[in-house]
């Protein structure tokens, strides 16, 4: 499946992400990207829908998904590892899609 992303690339946006949003698309995402791989940690304060956050390497290669992320919720979540990219999409649709940890995410940002 295909997204449209809206990109996260400055530390503003990856701060606002997507908070106070009460709709998004299900063919549409966040992508947050970081300028070398590094280990982050995701929380849904004043984020008001669902999420599944997935965590994935400069090759593409998913290293961990947070499923069904709860609206509000203060726990942090993330991988033990180091990431350069986490795409937001909504709640379920990982499942839905039958995304998993190993799969590899195609986006035109890895080769920047």
């Known amino acids: 499946m295909n997204f449209s992303v809206e990109i996260a690339d400055t530390p503003k946006k990856r701060e606002t992400g997507l908070m106070h949003r009460k709709h998004l698309p299900s063919d549409h995402g ?50 033990d590892q180091p990431v350069r990219f986490v795409l937001e999409i909504n709640g379920g649709l990982s499942d839905k899609l039958t995304i998993k940890v190993g799969d590899k995410i195609r986006n035109p940002a890895r080769a920047k």
Do not use: C
Request: glycine fraction near 4%; charged fraction near 20%; proline fraction near 8%.
């Open 30 to 79: 966040m992508l947050f990207i970081y300028e070398r791989p590094q280990t982050v940690q995701f929380w849904m304060r004043n984020t008001q829908i669902p999420l599944d956050i997935i965590f994935y390497a400069d090759d593409g290669v998913i290293k961990f998904i947070h499923r069904d992320a709860v609206p509000f919720s203060l726990q942090a979540v993330g991988p």
